[in-house]
């Protein structure tokens, strides 16, 4: 059985930490995860004029999420909460009414900031949204990244090996945690 896990990276810029940070966190998951990128950058600002009649970018966000059995979220965190782009892409996958494209869904949370505060307070206002979109969120572990750009290789390796622990754990933990939550919550 093999797991594909859509992920989500909070950041537009050219030269994101969390970006490297999603292809460390693939490089360490188990063989049965499968990870396909979720593109947030070219959707529209949602309204509820959409509702009726979803545009393009909206329809495939919620046709990618569809088509994955879990989602990970790797964000940065922006003035002490999550970035608006990735705020507006959840916010699209939700709606319209009673098609919210999370539910159930097994999902994780994640980031890196040049901070020590490693994206905690960012983390927990995307809980806070994603609780509200009736996820299926891992609690355990958590990771608060404070980044280190001397320790990442283009490739996904690490070369330190606290790090290079912390990620393959937090993986193989996202990993039965899926496991657990498509037992009871089978996709359709
Ligand atoms: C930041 N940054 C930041 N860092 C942090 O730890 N807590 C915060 O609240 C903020 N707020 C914030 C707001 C805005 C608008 C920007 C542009 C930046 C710094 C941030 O962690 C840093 O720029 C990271 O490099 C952003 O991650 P990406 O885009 O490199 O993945």
Known sequence: MTYQVGYFVGSL??????????????????????????PIRDLPLYSPDFDADYPAEGTALKEAIASTDAVLFVTPEYNRSIP??????????????GQNSFDHLPAAVIGASPSGIGTAVAQQSLRAVL???????????????????????????VSDPELEQILTAYMQEFRDHIERVLTVLPRG
């Not at 292809?23 to 990870?35: G, R, S, T, V």
């Not at 891992?138 to 996904?156: H, Q």
Request: aromatic share 10%; glycine share 2%; proline share 6%.
């Open 13 to 38: 810029s050219s030269t994101s930490i969390n970006r490297t940070l999603s292809q460390a966190l693939i490089h360490h998951a188990p063989d049965d995860l499968e990870f396909t990128e979720i």
């Open 84 to 97: 608006g782009a990735l705020k507006n892409a959840i916010d699209w996958a939700s709606r319209p009414w």
């Open 131 to 157: 609780a509200f979109c009736n996820a299926r969120q891992m609690t355990a572990p958590e990771a608060y990244i404070n980044f280190n750009p001397e320790v990442y290789a283009e490739d996904g390796t």
